[in-house]
């Protein structure tokens, strides 16, 4: 006994050191994946020397020299905005006027100057130009602002009165209104000729006035649109904000090999962090490293803590590993398309499908902090708002998904359950994207991504479950639920040929479905199960009781060794049939186990009674197989005997039914034989087991109303 224990240790063992190896594969791949697509490539550049490299950029980004450049383009080209100088138009106007009532001071002086003796009232421009001295000219010239010369201030002096107040009346509004409509630098020359024109073109006014008024226009006529800089400048910066920026796609190149490397290129290699410029990846590296010992750790530590049914499981293990190892490394080329397109759901659905969905939780988990990482990309920050929302909606699309998968049971409904998880993501990355308050368009774009990888993972899925199922030989809900189907080639051969032993497997399968579904086990696997239980006795149908007809047993010319050995053959005979036709090993187990190693007692009593008498040997007359190792074999043994002692009963009768069921139980539970030993089932399972089976036997056995003779009620 020690040493099988001792036997039994080691073996362990060695099944923890296969489940930590794998782990450590799965580890060093994940770990090379995100280093592949994370880390950016340094180049050794210069700039104005020849590229050694050609360089594509490896994501999208933002030129922001050539950016930059646009942008002060814009402000230069943008219009100054100019507002009318009220104070400027107030000092041109005071000064026209000051200029007019200077004119009228200088005829006064004239006037003063003429004495009052003088022999004309009325001196002509050239009768002043006459009576004054130079000296007197120079004088009067200078009391105005501007300054007359000799000929406009002999014209002054010789006008009237009214005239000169018809020459202010003339310019002073035509000033006025040039100089409040907005005057520009630019339009002034242009202005100031057609005003003066129109001076010139008065027919009244004589030439020196007419030089008056062209004087007046030249000096007070000024620019009143002046720059307003503070509207200037708002408008400078919302042309250069309105310049599109300048995006290099991912894939584009940005310099070719042999090429003149340029300032501006140097600067977007930077951005890019692909300049090798002294900059180390080690911190990158280490930081990446320890992200993923801690993901992994808690990961190791779920499964050899809390799901040591997949940790001490070889099978279960190396599925896990194939799937999640194949999903990184899809995973990797998909990120050199989009970091948004995600192969994760490939590998949860499958890994809840065919290991359990507990342990597609924890990859879930695992594989959202992994696809995080990649998604941060070369050049990019590894907590980004990319990096984020990957790890959320990977999260949300598998947590999702394996809980639609719980009831799938058909190959359609794994499609609904793709769609829930893609629809999860969906709205996980949506709800991120309007927080950081991106286009609706953008939103758009990153649920298309979601939902189509979902999808897209899905189908795979769909597609390749088969393959897994046959390659890893595991009895998924779906592919139960198609062996259940009656068009089965087994199936329809068991119906047609053994037609007593179809009835007998759909009848166990009833009772076997319904007892598993009461104590938690797998109520399909138990019903698949039941129904190919008995699929040997095709053999030689008619060695068996129920396939014979009435009154005829062929067991009673053969001797009781051969009769035993004829019907013990049909567990094997089932089994090779199974494997023959590729059925799971959960139900070939259950075909292997429904009889375990139990003794034919009656062909052995038989036999004994004969002629062997005690040389009669007990292990011939025992069938081959092993006991019931699973919950679901141990309930199909037990309704296989069950329908058999309680059809055997002829007497339909409630008591004499539960009477039986019970004895059967029992028997199985205490027999020499010990047949339940190895079965992980509780007392109180064995309990309720036979409660659903006396249940289902009551709507399967059910008293019938006994029709009269209708030959006897035609004679009353």
């Keep these: 006994m020690a040493k ?54 490896p994501q999208n980004i933002t030129d922001e020299t050539a950016t930059a450049a646009l942008k002060e383009a814009a402000r230069e080209a943008a219009a100054a905005v100019y507002e009318i100088d009220n104070a400027k138009i107030d000092a041109c106007m005071d000064g026209a006027n000051a200029f007019f009532n200077g004119l009228s001071a200088v005829r006064k002086q004239a006037e003063m100057m003429r004495g009052t003796e003088a022999l004309e009232p009325v001196l002509s421009e050239e009768g002043w130009g006459d009576l004054l001295s130079a000296e007197q000219k120079t004088n009067l010239a200078a009391m105005t602002k501007p300054n007359l010369n000799e000929g406009q201030l002999c014209a002054v002096l010789a006008a009237g009165v009214s005239d000169i107040q018809f020459l202010k009346d003339l310019v002073l509004p035509k000033l006025q209104t040039s100089l409040e409509a907005g005057l520009s630098a630019d339009a002034l020359a242009g202005v100031k000729n057609t005003c003066i024109r129109e001076v010139n073109a008065t027919t009244s006014l004589t030439a020196g006035l007419k030089d008056v008024g062209a004087l007046t226009i030249e000096t007070f006529m000024e620019p009143t649109l002046v720059a307003n ?16 920026p ?68 070889t099978k279960r293990m190396v599925i896990l590993t194939v799937f999640t190892v194949l999903v990184l490394l899809v995973a990797l080329l998909c990120n050199q398309v989009d970091t948004r397109l995600s192969p994760a759901l490939i590998a949860i659905m499958l890994t809840s499908l065919l290991v359990c969905p507990n342990t597609a939780l924890a990859l879930t988990a695992l594989l959202s902090i992994v696809m995080g990482l990649m998604a941060a990309g070369s050049g990019k920050p590894l907590i980004g708002a990319d990096s984020f929302m990957m790890t959320v909606s990977t999260f949300a699309s598998g947590v999702a998904a394996v809980f639609a998968l719980r009831k799938a049971e058909s190959r359609g409904a794994l499609v609904a359950a793709g769609a829930v998880g893609g629809g999860a993501a969906a709205l996980a990355a949506a709800a991120l994207m309007v927080l950081e308050r991106e286009t609706f368009l953008a939103v758009l774009l990153s649920i298309g991504y979601a939902v189509g990888s979902a999808m897209l993972s899905t189908l795979l899925v769909v597609g390749s479950l088969s393959v897994w199922e046959n390659l890893f030989d595991v009895a998924t809900a779906a592919r139960l639920n198609e062996l259940s189907n009656t068009n089965h080639p087994l199936l329809k051969q068991l119906m047609l040929e053994a037609p007593g ?15 598993a579904e009461r104590i938690g086990a797998n109520a399909l696997l138990a019903r698949v199960g039941a129904l190919f239980h008995d699929v040997g006795k095709l053999r030689r149908p008619i060695y068996f009781k129920e396939n014979q007809k009435s009154g005829e047993n062929i067991h009673d010319s053969l001797p009781p060794l051969e009769s035993a050995q004829t019907i013990i053959a049909h567990q094997k005979d089932g089994v090779t049939l199974l494997t023959r036709h590729k059925l799971p090993s959960a139900v070939i187990r259950i075909a292997g186990e429904h009889h375990g190693n139990a003794l034919m007692t009656y062909f052995y009593y038989k036999a004994k009674q004969g002629e062997g008498g005690d040389s009669v040997q007990m292990k011939n007359f025992r069938y081959s ?3 019931p190792s699973t919950k679901e074999s141990a ?8 329908e058999a002692a309680v059809r055997s009963l002829g007497d339909t009768k409630k008591e004499a039914m539960e009477e039986m069921v019970h004895k059967v139980i029992y028997g199985k539970m205490t027999d020499s034989d010990n047949m339940m030993t190895n079965a992980p089932l509780t007392l109180a399972e064995f309990t309720e087991i036979e409660k659903s089976f006396i249940k289902t036997f009551g709507g399967i056995m059910h008293d019938r109303i006994e029709y009269p003779d209708l030959e006897e009620v035609n004679k009353k």
């Design 4 to 57: 099988r224990e001792g036997k039994r240790q080691i073996s362990k063992k060695n099944i923890r050191m296969i489940s930590c190896m794998l782990l450590a594969v799965t580890f060093v791949i994940a770990y090379f994946c995100v280093l592949t697509a994370a880390l950016p490539k340094h180049y050794d550049v210069k700039v104005g020397e020849p590229s050694a490299y050609t360089i594509y950029a």
């Design 229 to 244: 800089k503070n509207a200037t400048a708002q408008a400078q910066e919302d042309a250069a904000a309105a310049v599109e």
């Design 246 to 313: 300048v995006i290099i796609q991912k894939g584009d190149i940005i310099i070719k090999r042999g090429d003149v490397l340029s300032a501006d290129q140097y600067a977007l290699l930077g951005q890019l962090s692909l300049v090798r410029d002294g900059q180390s990846n080690l911190p990158l590296i280490f930081g990446m490293l320890f992200a993923l010992l801690a993901a992994f750790a808690l990961y190791t530590v779920y499964l050899f803590f809390l799901r040591e049914d997949v940790f001490y499981d």
């Design 501 to 515: 032993t179809y009835q007998h497997c759909n009848t166990v399968a009833a009772l076997a479905e319904a007892a």
């Design 625 to 627: 197989g092993n006991r």
């Design 635 to 642: 309930i199909v043994m037990l309704a296989d005997s069950c």
